[in-house]
């Protein structure tokens, strides 16, 4: 996730930017509605007028300071996604999870591992990769839930390998702490699985998401240009006492659950798709 609030400086509402907005403007804003559930213009305009905002109606600048934000991120990123239907699928569940040969798992000798790669399946040392093969045995003694868990928003799309690292990472390859952070995050995910992680946000937080982004503004707009999902937040932006007025910790909680498997988990599942199985890195 990347945050660059200091980008957006100029961006924000009631600005005396003196910028005209264009058509391009507006087909901009609708594409930054279209790939993300952000507030309407309308709801923009309310919120700021009834806060103080002094946003002038005839120039709409919530309009213009979305239009803006978009020509930044396509200044910076991919934001273009395939509408053709794809037949690839990931292999069927199995409850026998494949182990993967130590040769592609671990490093080569004097091989030189950039930090960002890490941790990761084709980086690990002889001591990772022990650690690998002593979760995957014991994932194999455990539940559906277990390894449903390791995988968390990727489902069957995320290969096992690279699920397994990612809380062995968590976890410094320690393989007792990252067991217990398994089966204690199962146990915290077990409500919000019996309600499907609230597949709709209307009903998991009880108001229209719309309005709880225009006061918490954190949105997902696209993908980076290696593939991951790209959000924008801004902490400084938050009303928590306006949040708290329109919905209860509980619903606010419900909705991250929606948000994070049903918002973020189909782009990184789409992304698997799309790329017929290339993208791994699910995060």
């Not at 930044?72 to 409850?95: A, G, H, R, Y």
């Not at 002593?134 to 839930?145: A, D, Q, V």
């Not at 995050?185 to 609230?198: E, G, I, L, V």
């Amino acid at each position: 996730m990347l945050l660059f609030q200091d980008c957006l400086a100029p961006c924000r509402l009631g600005s005396n930017d003196e910028d005209e907005e264009t058509e391009n403007d507006r087909d901009l804003y609708g594409f930054f509605v279209d790939c993300a559930n952000v507030p309407t213009e309308t709801d923009i305009l309310n919120l700021a007028i009834t806060k103080g905002g002094g946003i002038d109606k005839q120039r709409n600048d919530s309009t213009h300071t979305l239009s803006r934000i978009i020509s930044f991120c396509s200044q910076n990123m991919d934001l273009i996604q395939s509408d053709e239907e794809d037949d690839w699928s990931p292999e069927p569940p199995t409850k026998i999870i494949e182990i993967v040969p130590k040769e592609q798992m671990v490093a080569l000798p004097q091989q030189t591992i950039l930090l960002a790669d890490r941790g990761y399946p084709g980086f690990l040392t002889e001591q990772e990769y022990s650690a690998y093969l002593e979760l995957t045995e014991e994932t194999e003694t455990r539940s559906s839930s277990f390894l449903s868990t390791i995988r968390g928003f990727g489902h069957d799309y995320e290969r096992f390998e690279y699920a397994s690292c990612r809380w062995l990472r968590a976890n410094n390859f320690h393989i007792s702490r990252t067991v217990d952070n398994i089966s204690q995050s199962m146990n915290f995910r077990k409500d919000a699985s019996k309600n499907n992680f609230f597949t709709d946000g209307f009903d998991a937080l009880g108001v229209e998401p719309s309005v709880f982004f225009a006061l918490y503004p954190d949105l997902s707009v696209g993908y980076t240009k290696t593939g991951s999902p790209f959000n924008i937040i801004i902490p400084g932006n938050i009303d928590i006492k306006a949040v708290s007025c329109i919905t209860t910790t509980t619903n606010l909680v419900n909705f991250k659950w929606h948000y994070m498997h049903h918002v973020l988990g189909d782009k990184l599942r789409h992304q698997a798709i799309e790329t017929k199985g290339e993208y791994k890195r699910f995060e």
